[in-house]
């Protein structure tokens, strides 16, 4: 795409619109996404490593509070998430090593505690980076599969500011 397409994805976002990036192997090259007017939107840099191993998607302890992700994993009380188990989801093969930039929110991680879902603001919108092309593997169930559907839903909800899903929230 043309240098003036990302700029004015980058113009919308920042302007109240939402981004998600699911990040496959281009986005660790020379000729990734974040080599482009985009950047100042993204999350997270790429580090060019590619790590191409089966993990099974973590939610981090952030995560655990965040309306994005908690309760994904099935746990319900601070006991049920205080416990070291992961959830039985199905494993993915491919992650895309990024560095968070500062202030933004690392929700999952992936292969050695590396960051899978880094959430972020940019002027008035939201950006959601999800750094493996994989999450597909949930839905056809492999090895059990995950809740893929109920990720991607909470993900793009957040993005467009729903309320329920705002981390400040407050019901009474």
Same mark, same amino acid.
């Given at each position: 795409?043309?240098?003036?397409?990302?700029?004015?994805?980058?113009?919308?976002? /920042?302007?109240?619109?939402?981004?998600?990036?699911?990040?496959?192997?281009?986005?660790?090259?020379?000729?990734?996404?974040?080599?482009?007017?985009?950047?100042?939107?993204?999350?997270?840099?790429?580090?060019?490593?590619?790590?191409?191993?089966?993990?099974?998607?973590?939610?981090?302890?952030?995560?655990?509070?965040?309306?994005?992700?908690?309760?994904?994993?099935?746990?319900?009380?601070?006991?049920?998430?205080?416990?070291?188990?992961?959830?039985?989801?199905?494993?993915?093969?491919?992650?895309?090593?990024?560095?968070?930039?500062?202030?933004?929110?690392?929700?999952?991680?992936?292969?050695?505690?590396?960051?899978?879902?880094?959430?972020?603001?940019?002027?008035?919108?939201?950006?959601?980076?999800?750094?493996?092309?994989?999450?597909?593997?949930?839905?056809?169930?492999?090895?059990?599969?995950?809740?893929?559907? /109920?990720?991607?839903?909470?993900?793009?909800?957040?993005?467009?500011?729903?309320?329920?899903?705002?981390?400040?929230?407050?019901?009474?």
């Amino acid at each position: 795409l043309p240098a003036s397409y990302f700029d004015n994805i980058r113009a919308y976002v /920042e302007q109240g619109g939402a981004l998600l990036i699911a990040a496959g192997p281009d986005f660790a090259s020379a000729q990734s996404i974040y080599r482009s007017p985009l950047a100042p939107a993204i999350p997270g840099e790429p580090t060019s490593q590619v790590f191409e191993t089966g993990f099974r998607p973590e939610i981090t302890d952030l995560g655990r509070r965040h309306p994005v992700t908690q309760g994904l994993d099935g746990r319900t009380t601070a006991e049920e998430a205080a416990d070291p188990a992961d959830p039985a989801w199905g494993r993915w093969f491919r992650l895309i090593d990024v560095a968070p930039k500062p202030d933004t929110e690392t929700v999952m991680q992936g292969v050695e505690g590396k960051p899978l879902l880094v959430l972020d603001r940019m002027g008035e919108g939201r950006v959601a980076l999800l750094t493996s092309d994989q999450v597909w593997l949930w839905a056809r169930g492999f090895e059990g599969g995950g809740p893929q559907a /109920e990720l991607l839903r909470r993900v793009a909800h957040w993005s467009m500011k729903e309320p329920d899903l705002e981390e400040e929230s407050l019901q009474v």
